[in-house]
């Protein structure tokens, strides 16, 4: 199954079509469904961990109609926030714990605090149209939208750290190689670019239709791509 992708037929789903996202340890996925939810199972079970939307977690400034989430989501990838510093540099004030970040046809980008079910942050109009698809590597979360934008965003705050456009065209899909430092963005064409100087790599040909879905090899010398 790739990340983020449409899946049908899953646990709490209905049959209906939605998001469906695995962790990185791959021993528990995320699913939207029709009924507005966001349901967390164990990989191995299929006991349900968390379901967010409703109660505590729609009462944290998402827009929720009769206890389920309204948003329109577009986008799913799980992440991780970091550890909240104190005072002193010998301990640690709390604990991060695994974030599942979402991007909706706002534009808008949020997190939710999985343990919790509850909303971590958002990350208001970082495109100017939907999210298209969504990355988490070496701490740092990557959007890509319709308005061919990439923004780069603090897992902790979701604070927008850097915004930089890649092209003229939607983007349909994004990869970051395992060590950062490289952003291949996809519309019908592929783009290659350096996250440090946001500078174009390379330009590749092939597809003639908008790419759904892109991968890195684990070494970061190769990647794949379908459309």
Request: charged share 15%.
């Amino acid at each position: 199954m790739l990340p983020g992708r449409v899946a049908s037929g899953l646990p709490g789903g209905g049959g209906n079509k939605g998001l469906c996202n695995f962790n990185s340890a791959n021993e528990a996925f995320a699913l939207t469904a029709g009924d507005g939810r966001i349901r967390c199972y164990d990989t191995g079970s299929g006991e349900l961990r968390q379901q967010i939307g409703g109660g505590e977690s729609s009462s944290a400034g998402a827009s929720s109609s009769g206890g389920h989430l309204t948003a329109n989501y577009c986008a799913m990838i799980w992440g991780a926030a970091p550890a909240k510093a104190s005072k002193s540099k010998k301990k640690v004030k709390g604990p991060g714990g695994e974030i599942l970040v979402l991007g909706g046809a706002n534009g808008d980008v949020t997190a939710w605090d999985v343990a919790l079910g509850e909303l971590k942050w958002r990350a208001s109009s970082c495109h100017d149209g939907a999210v298209s698809s969504l990355a988490f590597v070496n701490g740092t979360i990557y959007s890509a939208g319709s308005d061919a934008q990439i923004c780069e965003i603090a897992p902790g705050t979701g604070e927008v750290q850097e915004k930089w456009k890649v092209g003229k065209h939607a983007l349909s899909s994004i990869a970051v190689s395992p060590d950062g430092s490289k952003l291949l963005a996809g519309s019908a064409a592929l783009t290659l670019w350096d996250t440090s100087s946001h500078e174009r790599v390379t330009k590749l040909t092939g597809h003639t239709v908008p790419a759904q879905a892109m991968a890195f090899s684990p070494d970061g010398k190769q990647a794949v791509s379908c459309a």
